[in-house]
């Protein structure tokens, strides 16, 4: 692992974690409130990505690298549709758009049954400094 590639890693990890842990600190202050369900689903969706970058980033092989990569994608997907959510409920106008939520929601699990094809992800390569 070069430099690039730890500093990298590292600054993945710190961020994964800080919005992983706030994801669950603004959880577990009010479980019920949906002001604060769809923040932290937000939330987790960005640790999600950055925490699974790290896994392609030290991946050995280009086939690891292409699978973590759509682990990745996984939750990167969801990351629009979180923040309309979030943004809709704090606004207090979730019950009036909430045909675009479900419509949101619905393209991303497009998305996410075209991540696991070569349709979204055909394959990685090297990048900068970066292996794959």
Sequence with gaps: MNSYELNLSLSYLFTGIVLLGLSLFVYSKNRQ???NITF???SFCIAW???ASILMITAQTE???TFFDRICL???VFIPTALIHFTLTLRGTKRKQKYIIKL???ISFF???LDFTPLLVKQ???IYHVKY
């Design 74 to 76: 996984a939750g990167t």
């Design 49 to 51: 990505w950055r925490l």
């Design 104 to 106: 949101c929601y619905l």
């Design 124 to 126: 990685t390569a090297p």
């Design 111 to 113: 998305f996410l049954l």
């Design 63 to 65: 086939k690891a690298a």
């Design 40 to 42: 932290s689903i937000y």
């Design 33 to 35: 409130n949906p002001v």
